[in-house]
Structures are given as structure tokens and as C-alpha cells.
């Protein structure tokens, strides 16, 4: 009897047999004692959408299917307790997917239901601005920044007056600018808003920020920063793409 | 918000939202305990079960939705072109029904029920949100479980995965090699 | 189609249209004269206006539509856009505490006594609302001041800003001038 089936008909090696158990109109467990290994293994080699890659689940079904035939056909040997039997396996597997594919079909009955059930489109309205919920605003929280503001206030100072008479002599020109920035790294990493802080006037900003970018071209800075908005920090030498740093 | 007023915002909340609410997202809006909340629900449900009315309240899972009886169905389809959901193909049902009737579940069983590779239908259910990952089994390699979502339960139309149709009775031998999750 | 299923077909319509419709339209999708349509429509409102509901059936001329009930609408924009927590940064709050002890003040002050840009904060509490501009200083660029709002009282819990706690003795916050030039 010539079966034409097309491979891709069927989700996998497991329907296919169970189509053509249904189409012998047997029972799973009388499987072996049918033309059932010889039509799976026709359908399997006539297929006309052979295509290795899909394929290869059903010829490893096909080979599982012969073993078991073949070795009914041998003499049994006294079978140990614990050996699976590959033919019982496969009944049982077979059993369990036709349960399941059963419930499937169950499901796709609940599914046709539910979708006589309309939902509505949801509705474009026009939202005020969204509120805004701030935590941690509290007396307590503004005290005490004022206290870090004032800890840490005298520092500041000294820093900044030492830094205007240090500075304003070079940073006219890239190079006198640049100049200072080698300098300060040649004892170490420095801050880059130290560079700024005291910040007088548009042309040295500008020009500090120039003679840094030189700098960074020239591979004789690198800068790191930990996170978005974070601090940075100004490293001598080229960045080593190498190791942990 | 007054306790009594609650059901009626809920319906407002329902209506305009069009699709599935959660309940702590509802509890949220109205200022109330999700017990409270519950409730409120409940009373809603009773006004809706007490009429006959063009729309019913569903509840999948803690998801809340409006929907139209399905008797009403012919009218509506005449008048609009509603939403239609997609029907699921044969191979997303199968994975669907292993993974609904063994929850929480690895794909290696799934495969093993269905005799094939389930990457796919595994990948396009959980796009479409009807399985979710709940954690790894504590096995060689840790596999991911997956189970179903309320998504899931609003796309079949039941409220629990227990009211999923029961499995029909195995008739040879006693199948999987896990014991099936009888819902 | 039966004639006492008609309003509850008409609501279902007028559910997933979420649109006005027309009763000629509503009288062909049911099957209907449009006298039998008018009927039905009369009955549904009935039952619409009989019970406390939180959607209503409005009449426009010949066109129907549901609508939320307008007393409900502050949940469902609660439902649509929940309250977003934030809290504040430390460099905001300094930034804070120094417009609050020293308002109205310019940027430049607030730059000084914390030693650091403050541009990003000063934009966020902008933002926030919680300080408002009040002006500008008559000085060389013509700086903007900064005052602190009524809402920036409302979440501290206090009603005036001499209410908050006295500065700490030798404070900065009160020393520093303000800056020869204003970056």
C-alpha cells in the first residue's frame, strides 16, 4: 500500500506514528504486531520535502523501529530486571503524547470560546503632568547636607586661593596649559573639575579644556570616570587596554 | 475613597483601560488594600452575574477585564471589525498543553512528550506572554521552568488553570516519566 | 434576533466600538426596525440610569456612546498615570539646603558655598519644582535668583521657610558673598 505524506505535515516523528496507528484503526500497544514500522519507514524514505535537518528526528524514529523489530525477531534472552525495554518506551511515550495532543485539542475548543469575546480598544485620554512623589525631603536630611556643605567648607578655600596664583600665569596658550596639566599629573592622577574650580574667566576654561583634549590625542592623559555624572580623573600616560586597570 | 463608591471606579478603571487590569495595580488607583479591593471586585461581580447584560467582568488569574458575551458575538462582528485574537498553531497548542498540564516544567520535557525540538514554539509563546520562566529545576545544567501566565488563562477564557478540561485517562500504561500535575 | 436580547446585543456594540454609533447603523447590525432599535435602546437606558454604574449610556441626536462617569475619572488618571517616587540626590540636597537658608539667591552663591558646579541639581529641583525662579540680581550678567516654592513647604511640613531649623553656628552657608563674577 503506497502512503504519500508529507513530512512537514507532521509535528515530528511521535504524530506521525500516532496518524498512522489511527489510520490502521489499532490500538498503540498492538503497534509491533502491524505494517505500522514498514509504512513509517516508506513514508519516511518516499518523503518528497526530505531535508536532513527536519528529517533527522524521524529517521531516528525509523532506526528505533527496526532495532525493535529486528530483535523480536531473535531468540530472547533471559532479559536482566533492570534493562529498559525500548519497545515498552515507546508505547509509553506514544500514550503520553496522545494524551497531551488529546488536552491540546481541548484547549484549542476554550480557545475558539474565548474568542467570540471582545475586549474594547483602550481609550486615548489627555493625563495631567504626573505626580511626583519626592522621598527623604526632610528637616533632618536638609541639616545635615548643610553640615557636609560646612565640614568640608575651609579646604575649599585654601584650595582655591593657591590655585589662582598657580594657574593664571600659563593658561593663556595650549601649550602653557598643557604644561601645567603634565606637570600636575607627573605626581599622579588629579580631578578633573580641579582644573576648573576656580575658573575665571571663558579663555582659560576653554583653553585648560583644549590643551587636555591635545593632551589625551597625544596619549600622555587618559581619563576614567566610575559612572554617568560621576567624578573624573585624570591618569598620566596612555590607557592600558590590557590587565584590570 | 468611600468603600461603596469603589465597584463603580473599578468599573470606569475597566472600561477605559480595554485591557486586562491587575488587581495591585487597581488597589493602587483607588487608594484601597488589595483585600478591600477584592471585595469591591466581588460586588462588581455580583451586579454584573445578577443581569443579563451585553458585558461580563472576567477575572484571569488577578487580571481583570471587560468583555462582550460571547452570545453577542454575530452583532458585533456585522457592525465592527473587532480585535480578534490569533488562534494558536497545532505545534504552540502542544508545547502550550504540556507546559499548561505539568507546570512549572523544562523544555527537556516538553521535547521528550512531543518527540521534537521546542525552541520555537518555547521562544513564540513567551513573546506573546501565554508561558513565563519561574525559576530553574535544581537539576544538571539548572534548566529553566516554565508555567503559564494569566495572559494564558485570558486566552483560553478561564479564570484558573484548574478549570482547563481534565486530561483523557491514559489507557495503557501509566505514560510520562514524571507523574502528570492532575489539575 | 429576540427582541428582549436587543439591548444587551446594543451594549456589547457600544462597548467594542468605543465610538458613538448611529441607531440606523445599530438598527441593520441587529436585524431590526429602527422603531424596534429605539425600543431597545430606551430599555437599555433604563437599566443604565436605574443603577449606580461607573460607565454611563449617553444620546447624542441618533448616536449612541458609553462613556465613564466623569466623578470617576480622578482614579482612572491615577489607573493611567501612577505617582512616580523619587528621591532626592545629596548634591541636590545641599543644593536645597543653600537656596533655602539663603533665597532668593543666584547660582553663582549656591556654586561658591558648595564648591562645585551645581547646574544639573539647581535643573532637577527646577524640575522638581521644589525652587522656582524670582527675578534677576541687578550685577554684571544679570543673574537669575532662586527661591524655594510652596510646594518645597509642603513637603517639608512646614508653612513658612523661618520655620526651618536655625543654620549651624559658623556656617558658610551665611559667610560666603557673593562672587566678584558670575560664571
Known amino acids: 500500500m503506497a502512503i504519500h505524506i508529507r513530512l512537514k505535515q507532521f509535528d515530528g516523528p511521535l504524530d506521525l506514528l500516532l496518524h498512522l496507528i489511527g489510520k490502521a484503526k489499532i490500538d498503540i500497544k498492538d503497534i509491533f504486531v502491524s505494517e505500522i514500522t514498514e509504512q513509517f519507514i516508506q513514508a519516511v524514505r518516499d518523503a518528497p520535502d526530505f531535508d536532513l535537518e527536519a528529517a533527522s528526528e524521524f529517521i531516528a524514529m525509523a532506526a528505533l523501529l527496526v532495532e525493535i523489530k529486528s530483535r523480536a525477531l531473535l531468540p530472547k534472552p533471559p532479559k536482566p530486571e533492570d534493562e529498559e525495554d525500548p519497545e515498552q518506551t515507546l508505547i509509553e511515550r506514544l500514550t503520553a503524547y496522545k494524551q497531551f495532543k488529546e488536552g491540546a485539542q481541548g484547549m484549542a475548543s476554550y480557545e475558539q470560546t474565548a474568542m467570540q469575546a471582545f475586549g474594547k480598544l483602550p481609550e486615548e485620554i489627555p493625563l495631567p503632568p504626573p505626580t511626583l512623589e519626592i522621598d527623604g525631603l526632610t528637616l533632618e536630611a536638609l541639616w545635615c547636607a548643610l553640615r557636609r556643605i560646612a565640614e568640608r567648607e575651609p579646604q575649599g578655600v585654601r584650595e582655591t586661593e593657591y590655585r589662582l596664583q598657580d594657574i593664571r600665569r600659563d593658561c593663556y596658550t595650549v601649550e602653557g596649559c598643557m604644561e601645567v596639566i603634565e606637570s600636575r599629573l607627573s605626581v599622579g592622577s588629579t580631578d578633573f573639575d580641579g582644573l576648573f574650580r576656580d575658573a575665571p574667566c571663558r579663555e582659560e576654561v576653554v583653553t585648560i579644556f583644549l590643551a587636555l583634549l591635545e593632551l589625551l590625542k597625544l596619549g600622555k592623559a587618559h581619563v576614567t570616570q566610575s559612572d554617568t555624572f560621576g567624578r573624573m580623573l585624570l591618569h598620566p600616560g596612555r590607557r592600558q587596554t590590557f590587565g584590570t586597570e | ?183
Open chain 2, 1 to 183: 475613597m468611600e468603600l461603596s463608591e469603589a465597584p463603580h471606579a473599578i468599573e470606569a478603571i475597566l472600561f477605559v483601560s480595554g485591557e486586562a487590569v491587575s488587581v495591585p495595580d487597581l488597589s493602587q488607583a483607588l487608594g484601597l488594600s488589595e483585600m478591600e479591593t477584592m471585595h469591591a471586585v466581588e460586588a462588581l461581580q455580583k451586579e454584573y452575574e445578577s443581569a443579563t447584560r451585553g458585558i461580563a467582568l472576567r477575572r484571569f488569574g488577578d487580571h481583570l477585564k471587560l468583555e462582550t458575551r460571547a452570545e453577542y458575538a454575530p452583532y458585533v462582528e456585522r457592525m465592527l471589525q473587532p480585535v480578534q485574537r490569533q488562534s494558536l498553531s497545532q505545534a504552540s497548542l502542544e508545547t502550550l498543553a504540556v507546559i499548561a498540564y505539568r507546570q512549572p516544567v523544562t523544555k527537556g520535557v516538553v521535547e521528550l512528550v512531543r518527540g521534537v525540538k521546542c525552541d520555537y514554539s518555547v521562544q513564540s509563546l513567551l513573546h506573546k506572554g501565554l508561558i513565563k520562566e519561574v525559576g530553574r529545576k535544581e537539576a544538571l545544567g539548572r534548566p529553566i521552568l516554565y508555567a503559564t501566565t494569566d495572559k494564558f488563562l485570558e486566552h483560553f477564557g478561564i479564570t484558573d488553570v484548574r478549570e482547563l478540561p481534565p486530561l483523557p485517562a491514559v489507557s495503557a500504561v501509566e505514560a510520562t516519566p514524571e507523574p502528570p500535575l492532575v489539575p
